[in-house]
Nanobody
Framework: QVQLVESGGGLVQAGGSLRLSCAAS????????MGWYRQAPAKERELVAT????????NYADSVKGRFTISRDNAKTTVYLQMNSLKPEDTAVYYC?????????WGKGTLVTVSS
């Protein structure tokens, strides 16, 4: 089992920044892929960014490229999402995701609200 706990969400004005954190615990060893997804009201959950265990490969949604940066700490148990130049359309619940040995795990989410 893998547990994921997100933090760092909140209310920010357009153009501002936030950093989300996702602390992973449990059976997180071995090759894995971690990432962030988001779900805005009345919309489907969508990929924001992913990062491999070694941190060497990242992937971003086109809508956040150049503004968001995903990273992992050296112990590979915490994933961050640095969000800059935030826009009102970035408002959503942001979920941490981990895929470990083919099993999909989700956090409970953290709300990000960007005011115009």
């Amino acid at each position: 089992q893998v547990q994921l706990v997100e933090s760092g969400g909140g209310l920010v004005q357009a153009g501002g920044s936030l950093r989300l954190s996702c602390a992973a615990s449990g059976s997180i060893f071995g090759p894995n892929l971690m990432g962030w997804y988001r779900q805005a009201p009345a919309k489907e959950r969508e990929l924001v960014a992913t990062i491999t265990r070694g941190g060497g490969t990242t992937n971003y949604a086109d809508s956040v490229k150049g503004r968001f940066t995903i990273s992992r700490d050296n112990a590979k148990t915490t994933v961050y999402l640095q969000m800059n130049s935030l826009k009102p359309e970035d408002t959503a619940v942001y979920y941490c995701n981990a895929i470990v040995y083919g099993m999909n795990y989700w956090g409970k989410g953290t709300l990000v609200t960007v005011s115009s």
